[in-house]
């Protein structure tokens, strides 16, 4: 490891304390527990960080983990704790790609949800409004594009994003993107019918949902995180056990110290693709 480089902060912590700030997704759930479980391990912890003047983390990436951890009653479970303000911390917007559903069932989904109020526009206005916060989010077609009105309290608003996905979700297939130009997008998902533009949303918008309870919609969050664990392959036995958290604490301190004897941690600055999430 490169000495200039340092560690990340891992922790264990009790499974009931992680707070999601996102819906995660039952299916992947489901899978990704009959995963761990057969492997035995856990192999990438959770990016979390602190809900101010509690003892609970707001988990920031790994939602669908650690409800895993949750449906499979693993009382603890190792995080990557990180703070915002952290140099090289930043928040950033997935958007959705809608495919593979009749463009008809989506429009009637949206038409039956009260206080949505699409309004049609331009992609020009909807951007601006957007980055003005004047918008709450918006939707291209390849006909049209129209806007949502921004509410003024975080939970309406979250309110509102998870009605738009929840005309979609679970029927649908839904891809991440990172612009919302139609053209770009087409080529690489046959079967689109539907670009959903979300808002930037800012380390105060998900401290304060994770405070109030409510959830955000599944996958439209990205944390970069510079110096990420990955590979920690902590042993579920000891995760599972009856132990003390202190003493599972010290576990892992041990752990720690001992990788770091053996020379076992390697940092890699490299940016990376991965073909297998």
Request: aromatic letters at 8%; glycine letters at 6%; proline letters at 8%.
């Amino acid at each position: 490891m490169r000495e200039s480089t340092t560690l990340p902060d891992l922790r264990m912590v009790p499974t009931p304390k992680l707070i999601p700030h996102e819906d995660s997704d039952p299916k992947r759930v489901e899978r990704l527990g009959k995963r761990i479980w057969q492997a035995g391990v856990l192999k990438h912890p959770p990016i979390v960080t602190t809900i101010p003047g509690t003892d609970k983390y707001v988990v920031l990436d790994g939602a669908n983990r650690s409800e895993a951890f949750t449906h499979l009653g693993i009382p603890h479970m190792v995080v990557q704790h990180i703070r915002y303000g952290d140099p090289g911390i930043e928040l950033e917007t997935w958007h959705h790609v809608v495919a593979g559903m009749p463009l008809h069932d989506f429009e009637e989904a949206l038409a039956h949800m009260p206080g949505l109020g699409l309004m049609p526009c331009s992609l020009e206005a909807a951007r601006e409004a957007l980055s003005l916060e004047k918008a709450g989010a918006y939707i291209v077609s390849e006909k049209d594009v129209r806007m949502m009105a921004k509410t003024q309290a975080i939970a309406d608003h979250i309110d509102m994003l998870c009605q738009i996905v929840s005309a979609y979700k679970g029927i649908a297939d839904i891809y991440r993107a990172s612009n919302d130009v139609w053209e770009k997008q087409a080529p690489y998902y046959p079967g689109m019918i539907a670009l959903v533009v979300f808002p930037k949303l800012t380390p105060a918008d998900i401290l304060a949902a994770a405070q109030n309870g409510v959830r955000l919609p599944s996958g439209i969050t990205r944390h970069i995180v510079p110096n990420r664990a990955l590979n920690i392959n902590i042993p579920l036995h000891v995760l599972t056990s009856n132990w003390p958290v202190e003493r599972k604490k010290e576990w892992l301190r041990n752990w720690v110290m001992e990788k770091m004897a053996e020379n076992s941690i390697r940092y890699y600055s490299e940016s990376t693709f991965s073909f297998d999430e």
